[in-house]
């Protein structure tokens, strides 16, 4: 299988090429705006540079992992896709040209416009969302499975912007397309490399009837936990919180409180670098089977969706319905 790698940066050499370079029948390509860096990746891990993304799609790679920075991704998808590749796999946010602590409206139009154009020409995508193959979050959804725990209906987080698109992914794959989405915004907080974003606190309906909130903030200290979450179904609760932090189960039908922690050999970095392997080994895989990818590009828009809402309801003081201010239109 050829595996081509659009954007070899620190997220690509750290945390996507230890698992790939060790997955058998993997044949990697390399291209990057800076060469020195896509070199550097051929000399540790094994593979072929291409100088341009022209010549990255003439080897017609199975898969192209798109690893640049949110910031100039739209550019490089789009001339990805007249070179008509088959499949291509997205690094979260699918779109955030002022970066993933500032989704703006304009970058779900972006967003659309790339799946829009991938459909067009017969082009499968696919989303890492990696925070969905930590330990905690498929324990969640076994949980889920196995007690029966039903639909969600109520669901709260305070989460750190490093892992906002993450988490907002999260409350879609547990609790379905939002229905509506009413939001505030608080001071402006710094966000690394002297950019601002202000706190935001948004409350939220699912299209299933359920509802929830969720704060979006730099403030939290990063030593501690970057997120905590708690999902509320209809027959128990799960609660959970940072990369590596104990899971509570309260099981109304057992009328049961448990506790599930991992073990402690792991470092929350550790767990981290290795729920990106097992994204894109899952993707990998699917591929090799030709089957559909387990989480869809539209999972990025939808993510997009909820943040373009969100921002118009900060920017009007209305509530927004996605769905109708922000179609998808796929």
Known sequence: MKVAIAGVGNVAKGSYLPALSKRSGIELHYWNRTAEKANAAAAQFGGTVHASLAELCAVKPDAILVLTSEKCRYEVAKELLTYQPRRLFFEKPLVARSG??????EDFALGREILQGAKAIGCETAMVFNYRFFEQSLRAATLHRER??????????LVNYACWSHCIDLLHHFGGEFGT???LAGSEVRTGAGNTSPDVAVAFTFRNGGAGTIVGTAGTKTIYPFFELTLSFANGRISFRGL???MELLDY??????????SRQWSRWDLYNQSFGKSANAYLDAVAKGNPPPVPGLAGLRELQFEAAMRKSVRTGLPVTPDTDFPCDL
């Open 244 to 246: 590596d932090g104990d």
């Open 181 to 183: 989405i009413s939001a």
């Open 100 to 105: 993933q602590a500032n989704v703006t409206e």
């Open 253 to 262: 039908a057992k009328s049961v409180h448990e506790s599930f922690a991992i």
């Open 148 to 157: 029966n725990l039903g639909p969600l209906v109520q669901a709260t987080g």
